[in-house]
């Protein structure tokens, strides 16, 4: 199987910045597709961005665009986001998710999923 972990959550005034961090392990012959997803307290969980496995490509929610940016870091299998300008309405647990390949980028298409870091968002 692969591991995934999550961290960097917390609390932030409206305006603010967070960055998260993700890493994934487990045997693979090439870099794992990787993504973000959030989901607040009853709501179903949410695309929020991914990145390909060479880093080339990179998708984002609406919510999110121009205001978060996702980027391989250093070391293999490794992903960040960093959230700027954040809202109340960004308040929720992220998870990062990897597979060996990218199938979509709806939840359900993805494998591999970490337990998730709070963000909250004060207004």
């Known amino acids: 199987q692969v591991h995934v972990v999550e961290s960097g959550g917390g609390l932030v005034q409206a305006g603010g910045s967070l960055r998260l961090s993700c890493a994934a392990s487990g045997r693979t012959f090439s870099n794992y597709p990787m993504g973000w997803f959030r989901q607040a307290p009853g709501k179903e969980r949410e695309f929020v961005a991914a990145?390909?496995?060479?880093?080339?490509?990179?998708y984002f929610a609406d919510s999110v665009k121009g205001r978060f940016t996702i980027s391989r870091g250093s070391a293999k299998n490794t992903v960040d986001l960093q959230m700027n300008s954040l809202k109340p309405e960004d308040t929720a647990v992220y998870y990062c998710?990897?597979?060996?390949?990218?199938?979509?980028?709806?939840?359900?298409?993805?494998?591999?999923w970490g337990q998730g870091t709070q963000v909250t968002v004060s207004s």
């Open positions: 990145i390909s496995g060479s880093g080339g490509d990179t």
């Open positions: 998710a990897a597979d060996l390949t990218i199938k979509g980028l709806e939840p359900l298409a993805w494998d591999y």
